[in-house]
């Protein structure tokens, strides 16, 4: 079974400053990968999304995430973090036969984002 | 956004009743899913429909059936609501067809069982 995990239950970055937020998956075949945002009290956003192809996808709101099959790994990162970008991270692997998550995503716990002014 | 939304966005029950939670989608996708999220836990699917009348479990079924009569309507029953099911419920829906499962999600009913 595949699995997913976020090593940082909570993250503290300056405002101004970059962010990376880690995510590792157990997959046996190639995954689909997904990072999603959760703002307070909302549903869950897509930020971007890896399914084949250059392994460093951008997404929205200045995000970019980096495949790396070596290291089973998915990394969520920003160049310069904003107020705004306090949130829940959740980084996310399509299972099923299809490998492309038609029978639901496995998530992370999530990772708590927080900006310091 | 799909246009889903998902009823109630809130309620408390007593254990023991019956409770009905429903997604509504407009965008006319094939798959719909039903999460619970859980601190510490993330989401955890619990079932998934894969078109009308076409429903399968996920991680954490037990106690819970879902039904889809109709490609827009997805429902999800708690038989006999226990308080471990106290949570937050997402609906979501995917495409199909195309290649990319990416999933979009409704705004969430906070279930409370007392």
């Known amino acids: 079974a595949q699995s997913v995990t976020q090593p940082d239950i909570h993250i503290t970055v300056s405002e101004g400053a970059s962010l990376e937020l880690r995510c590792n998956y157990s997959?046996?075949?190639?995954?689909?990968l997904f990072w999603y945002v959760q703002s307070p009290g909302q549903g869950l956003q897509l930020l971007l999304k890896?399914?084949?192809?250059?392994?460093l996808v951008q997404g929205i709101k200045g995000f970019e995430a980096e495949f790396k099959r070596s290291q089973s790994s998915f990394n969520l990162r920003k160049p310069s973090v904003h107020w705004s970008d306090a949130a829940e991270y959740f980084c996310a692997v399509g299972e099923g036969s299809s490998g492309g998550g038609a029978d639901g995503l496995t998530f992370g716990k999530g990772t708590h984002l927080i900006i310091q002014p | 956004d799909a246009g889903i939304t998902q009823s109630p966005r809130h309620k408390v029950t007593e254990t023991g009743t019956p409770v009905t939670l429903r997604c509504h989608q407009t965008e006319n996708h094939r798959y719909m899913y039903w999460y619970r999220q859980d601190p510490g836990h993330g989401l955890r699917l619990i079932h998934y429909s894969y078109g009308v009348k076409d429903t399968d479990k996920g991680e954490v079924s037990d106690g819970y059936s879902v039904s889809r009569s109709k490609t827009e309507d997805f429902l999800l029953t708690l038989e006999s609501a226990t308080s471990s099911q106290t949570s937050v419920y997402f609906c979501?829906?995917?495409?199909?067809?195309?290649?990319?499962?990416?999933?979009?999600f409704g705004p969430g009913t906070r279930l409370t069982v007392t």
């Open positions: 890896y399914f084949s192809g250059d392994t």
């Open positions: 979501s829906t995917s495409a199909s067809g195309q290649g990319s499962y990416e999933q979009y």
């Open positions: 997959y046996g075949a190639t995954p689909y």
